[in-house]
């Protein structure tokens, strides 16, 4: 068993002189016919967007589910895409879909990556990420389609704030707080009028099928209670039976209404209706096309790839594609990328219907149980990629029909494991569900180790709690033991320190009762790496020193190498230099020797911050900018956060200002994302250096009284009174306005004492040489200050 903390903190299209321009439209609706009067009130919100700001912001389309709204607002969308030239940004916000919503903050960081913010940098925090969106949309003209849309709260955080930009938002509800609050128009979508709901049959089977008569299309449609989507799969049912007659294909239609009657409430005559064309055209299929599409109901997610599909089936990657197409052909499904689909929210429950009906319990639980033994092992092997130094799990052999993937190489793996990570995280409440312990617990652990390099933890404590309750009810200790160093990894990233000391104490006692050295070291490392952020020195001293002891004597040279190099970080901040270069020198040769990238950055980090302090400036530049370049290539956003600071005071050393000042800005919003407030506010510090010696002191002070802010609220005297001792200097070198006060130069110097007697009273209960020398440094300053 190993652990690592590694200590660290859509389509664009083209590149436009205000950033890049994404079209993320979807393709037009083939076949659309009418709703004339509903694009002239749509054209109606118009009145402006030729230059002028718009009169009308916000649009609602809302209707019953099946009724067209999509295809409405993707017609007319691309009608007038022309009048913004900017982009169009699209995200389907699933409001209505069995399973989970998109939340805004999901979907504000796919609208901000396609505007060229970098997936690290999105703010974690969704009111800084929806400012950070109106912002980017400021003076731009874009339109924003926010589809499937299930309330005001899901929508808000997703309106640009410009009048030049224009929100198209679909629903089943109302929306009525969008009209009253942010003055909304809605457009209220009906069934269609008879003779468009004929004309939609005959668009779709033209050129199918010799032309029908008005009086049977006229029944079809009245069948299909006149809604787009029945209408549609309706007419493609017929188009793809040129020659049987339309009064057999009414009858069936006919036969299964009639089941559904004697199975219905009759509440919802709309919604008896598409579940009675839904079953109509599933029943058309062919077995082996229907089994496959009543099986995709049980898969955890709405969007799904070919292979978890041919594992759900049983099948090979190509006749599963076949049947897949066979779906698509049908529109029972979409298919939204290569070899990636998607199902409409009203098909998925309509299939997991399905095959809660039809397949027998048996059947049921063997194709969940296949699909997650296929994430489960596929995420192994990208953890052989992400995580390499990591111990993998035992597991079983996959089963019969499971065909994990291999990946090529480490970005392969990452791209998969962005790609599937909301569906590995749902196969674990999955598996919860089915009563399966064994996956639940097994899923859980390794999509820590295989998670993005960039994941916001949050995402995964769930899924880690949830999977340490299944392994304490398995009775496994050993997992009980991974999970909850994963969760105490996790809560550290995230400034839990308590609760992360508890895990790491627990899962110790676990190791030591087992007799695993190993794991017992790996506890101790990360219980030291705690003491380490509370700057409690000398007891993460002694744990590093513990564990190094145990892997020397385990040989395990990888986990000496890294523990030695969080020793060194600890003689480094607590000024004990020669101690700290010492043991750097060490393991940077063996991190070196070991190829181990991660390792090195981290130790070139420690050498940057020696080499500055020894007046080094150029090689401290080099070597932070050496471990940046790792970071960078392991698109890993966290060990680029925190490496960042370092190259901040690196850039800050040289002279350069404005770099300093960008690295500290990007590092922020890196640590605003992932949810790591203290290092965030260690990034404010290093901006607020960068103004003072622009010389711009009162932004600087601001930047320095937010981060004594947070590190007073999380407990962290050290950096507050570092913090403080910044925000004195700065008062008193800007003397004139901070935050819009004028202040007098007394006013400012009696602030500043103020600031640098609390920074004394804070350092009293630190003794080791760094502190004694910040004593020192601020006492100078309050004596010159007197």
Same mark, same amino acid.
């Not at 007038?80 to 399973?99: A, H, I």
């Not at 995709?296 to 089936?313: D, N, Q, R, T």
């Not at 230099?577 to 950055?601: F, K, S, T």
């Given at each position: 068993? +190993?652990?690592?903390?590694?200590?660290?903190?859509?389509?664009?299209?083209?590149?436009?002189?205000?950033?890049?321009?994404?079209?993320?439209?979807?393709?037009?609706?083939?076949?659309?016919?009418?709703?004339?009067?509903?694009?002239?009130?749509?054209?109606?919100?118009?009145?402006?967007?030729?230059?002028?700001?718009?009169?009308?912001?916000?649009?609602?389309?809302?209707?019953?589910?099946?009724?067209?709204?999509? &295809?409405?607002?993707?017609?007319?969308? +691309?009608?007038?895409?022309?009048?913004?030239?900017?982009?169009?940004?699209?995200?389907?916000?699933?409001?209505?879909?069995?399973?989970?919503?998109?939340?805004?903050?999901?979907?504000?960081?796919?609208?901000?990556?396609?505007?060229? !913010?970098?997936?690290?940098?999105?703010?974690?925090?969704?009111?800084?990420?929806?400012?950070?969106?109106? #912002?980017?949309?400021?003076?731009?003209?874009?339109?924003? !389609?926010?589809?499937?849309?299930?309330?005001?709260?899901?929508?808000?955080?997703?309106?640009?704030?410009?009048?030049?930009?224009?929100?198209?938002?679909?629903?089943?509800?109302?929306?009525?707080?969008?009209?009253?609050?942010?003055?909304?128009?809605?457009?209220?979508?009906?069934?269609?009028?008879?003779?468009? %709901?004929?004309?939609?049959?005959?668009?779709?089977?033209?050129?199918?099928?010799?032309?029908?008569?008005?009086?049977? $299309?006229?029944?079809?449609?009245?069948?299909?209670?006149?809604?787009?989507?029945?209408?549609?799969?309706?007419?493609?049912?017929?188009?793809?039976?040129? +020659?049987?007659?339309?009064? /057999?294909?009414?009858? /069936?239609?006919?036969?299964? #209404?009639?089941?559904?009657?004697? *199975? #219905?409430?009759?509440? /919802?005559?709309?919604?008896?209706?598409?579940?009675?064309?839904?079953?109509?055209?599933?029943?058309?299929?062919?077995?082996?096309?229907?089994?496959?599409?009543?099986?995709?109901?049980?898969?955890?997610?709405?969007?799904?790839?070919?292979?978890?599909?041919?594992?759900?089936?049983?099948?090979?990657?190509?006749?599963?594609?076949? $049947?897949?197409?066979?779906?698509?052909?049908?529109?029972?499904?979409?298919?939204?990328?290569?070899? @990636?689909?998607?199902?409409?929210?009203?098909? @998925?429950?309509?299939?997991?219907?399905?095959?809660?009906? =039809?397949?027998?319990?048996?059947?049921?639980?063997?194709?969940?149980?296949?699909?997650?033994?296929?994430?489960?092992?596929?995420?192994?092997?990208?953890?052989?990629?992400?995580?390499?130094?990591?111990?993998?799990?035992? *597991?079983?052999?996959?089963?019969?029909?499971?065909?994990?993937?291999?990946?090529?190489?480490?970005?392969?793996?990452?791209?998969?494991?962005?790609?599937?990570?909301?569906?590995?995280? @749902?196969?674990?409440?999955?598996?919860?569900?089915?009563?399966?312990?064994?996956?639940?617990?097994?899923?859980?652990?390794?999509?820590?180790?295989?998670? &993005?390099?960039?994941?916001?933890?949050?995402?995964?404590?769930?899924?880690?709690?949830?999977?340490? %309750?299944?392994?304490?009810? &398995?009775?496994?200790?050993?997992?009980?033991?991974? *999970?909850?160093?994963?969760?105490?990894?996790?809560?550290?990233?995230?400034?839990?320190?308590?609760?992360?000391?508890?895990?790491?104490?627990?899962?110790?006692?676990?190791?030591?009762?087992?007799?695993?050295?190993?794991?017992?070291?790996?506890?101790?490392?990360?219980?030291?790496?705690?003491?380490?952020?509370?700057?409690?020195?000398?007891?993460?001293?002694?744990?590093?020193?513990?564990?190094?002891?145990?892997?020397?004597?385990?040989?395990?040279?990888?986990?000496?190498?890294?523990?030695?190099?969080? $020793?060194?970080?600890?003689?480094?901040?607590?000024?004990?230099?020669?101690?700290?270069?010492?043991?750097?020198?060490?393991?940077?040769?063996?991190?070196?020797?070991?190829?181990?990238?991660?390792?090195?950055?981290?130790?070139?980090?420690?050498?940057?911050?020696?080499?500055?302090?020894?007046?080094?400036?150029?090689? %401290?530049?080099?070597?932070?900018?050496?471990?940046?370049?790792?970071?960078?290539?392991?698109?890993?956003?966290?060990?680029?956060?925190?490496?960042?600071?370092? $190259?901040?005071?690196?850039?800050?050393?040289?002279?350069?200002?404005?770099?300093?000042?960008?690295?500290?800005?990007?590092?922020?919003?890196?640590?605003?994302?992932?949810?790591?407030?203290?290092?965030?506010?260690?990034?404010?510090?290093?901006?607020?250096?960068?103004?003072?010696?622009?010389?711009?002191?009162?932004?600087?002070?601001?930047?320095?009284?937010?981060?004594?802010? !947070?590190?007073? =609220?999380?407990?962290?005297?050290? +950096?507050?009174?570092?913090?403080?001792?910044?925000?004195?200097?700065?008062?008193? &070198?800007?003397?004139? *306005?901070?935050?819009?006060?004028?202040?007098?130069?007394?006013? #400012?110097?009696?602030?500043?004492?103020?600031?640098?007697?609390?920074?004394?009273?804070?350092?009293?209960?630190?003794?080791?040489?760094?502190?004694?020398?910040?004593?020192?440094?601020?006492?100078?300053?309050?004596?010159?200050?007197?």
């Amino acid at each position: 068993m +190993h652990f690592h903390e590694r200590e660290a903190a859509s389509e664009e299209g083209r590149k436009g002189p205000g950033g890049p321009t994404p079209r993320q439209l979807p393709s037009d609706v083939s076949g659309f016919v009418n709703r004339t009067e509903e694009l002239d009130r749509l054209n109606a919100v118009l009145v402006g967007a030729d230059g002028d700001p718009l009169v009308i912001s916000v649009c609602v389309i809302a209707g019953t589910a099946g009724v067209g709204k999509t &295809s409405l607002a993707l017609r007319w969308a +691309h009608q007038v895409r022309d009048r913004f030239p900017d982009g169009q940004l699209y995200v389907n916000l699933r409001g209505y879909d069995p399973g989970e919503p998109v939340a805004a903050r999901d979907a504000l960081h796919r609208f901000l990556t396609a505007l060229g !913010v970098p997936a690290g940098s999105v703010p974690q925090d969704l009111d800084a990420a929806a400012a950070q969106y109106r #912002s980017l949309l400021a003076d731009r003209r874009f339109l924003v !389609v926010l589809d499937n849309a299930a309330t005001v709260g899901q929508v808000r955080p997703l309106l640009p704030g410009s009048g030049q930009c224009l929100a198209v938002v679909t629903s089943r509800s109302m929306l009525s707080g969008l009209v009253v609050r942010d003055g909304a128009r809605r457009v209220t979508l009906g069934t269609l009028p008879q003779p468009e %709901a004929v004309a939609l049959l005959r668009a779709v089977t033209a050129g199918y099928r010799p032309e029908d008569d008005l009086d049977k $299309l006229t029944e079809l449609a009245g069948l299909c209670a006149r809604l787009p989507l029945a209408l549609r799969i309706a007419a493609e049912r017929a188009a793809s039976h040129p +020659h049987m007659r339309l009064d /057999d294909l009414i009858a /069936d239609l006919r036969d299964e #209404s009639a089941l559904w009657d004697a *199975l #219905s409430t009759g509440d /919802d005559e709309e919604a008896e209706a598409v579940r009675t064309v839904f079953a109509w055209s599933y029943r058309a299929l062919p077995d082996r096309a229907a089994r496959l599409f009543r099986l995709l109901g049980l898969h955890p997610g709405p969007e799904f790839g070919l292979y978890a599909a041919a594992a759900l089936a049983q099948m090979t990657p190509a006749r599963t594609r076949q $049947l897949l197409d066979s779906l698509v052909g049908a529109h029972l499904v979409e298919q939204i990328a290569p070899d @990636r689909y998607q199902f409409h929210d009203l098909l @998925r429950a309509y299939a997991t219907d399905q095959a809660q009906h =039809e397949e027998p319990e048996e059947s049921r639980a063997a194709a969940l149980g296949r699909v997650l033994e296929w994430y489960l092992h596929t995420a192994d092997a990208a953890q052989g990629w992400l995580s390499p130094a990591e111990e993998r799990l035992t *597991l079983t052999p996959p089963g019969e029909g499971v065909r994990p993937l291999a990946f090529a190489d480490y970005d392969a793996a990452v791209d998969w494991s962005e790609r599937e990570n909301a569906n590995l995280l @749902r196969a674990v409440r999955s598996a919860v569900d089915a009563g399966d312990d064994r996956l639940a617990w097994q899923l859980s652990a390794v999509l820590w180790w295989a998670q &993005s390099p960039s994941a916001p933890v949050a995402e995964w404590l769930e899924a880690g709690r949830v999977g340490l %309750a299944a392994a304490r009810r &398995s009775g496994e200790g050993r997992a009980e033991g991974l *999970l909850l160093t994963g969760l105490g990894m996790g809560h550290t990233r995230i400034n839990e320190l308590a609760e992360s000391l508890e895990c790491h104490r627990r899962a110790r006692e676990i190791w030591r009762e087992s007799g695993d050295r190993l794991g017992e070291a790996h506890s101790l490392n990360l219980m030291g790496l705690i003491h380490l952020r509370r700057r409690q020195l000398a007891d993460a001293a002694l744990h590093f020193e513990q564990a190094i002891e145990v892997f020397r004597a385990q040989r395990s040279e990888h986990w000496e190498a890294t523990t030695l190099s969080n $020793l060194a970080g600890t003689h480094y901040r607590a000024g004990r230099l020669p101690e700290a270069r010492a043991a750097v020198e060490q393991a940077l040769a063996a991190h070196r020797a070991l190829g181990n990238q991660r390792g090195e950055g981290n130790v070139l980090r420690i050498l940057s911050d020696l080499e500055r302090e020894r007046g080094e400036p150029e090689k %401290a530049l080099k070597s932070a900018q050496a471990a940046l370049d790792i970071a960078l290539g392991l698109r890993d956003q966290r060990l680029e956060g925190f490496w960042l600071l370092t $190259l901040a005071d690196a850039q800050g050393a040289e002279g350069r200002f404005e770099e300093a000042l960008v690295s500290a800005q990007r590092s922020a919003m890196l640590h605003r994302r992932l949810g790591d407030r203290s290092r965030e506010a260690l990034a404010w510090q290093g901006a607020g250096a960068a103004f003072g010696a622009c010389e711009r002191h009162a932004e600087a002070a601001d930047f320095h009284r937010r981060a004594v802010s !947070v590190h007073r =609220e999380l407990g962290d005297g050290w +950096h507050e009174a570092l913090a403080l001792e910044s925000l004195g200097v700065e008062l008193l &070198s800007a003397e004139s *306005l901070v935050s819009g006060e004028a202040r007098s130069s007394a006013e #400012s110097r009696a602030a500043a004492l103020e600031h640098w007697a609390g920074a004394l009273e804070l350092l009293g209960e630190y003794d080791d040489p760094r502190a004694a020398a910040v004593r020192e440094r601020i006492e100078g300053r309050v004596a010159r200050a007197r």
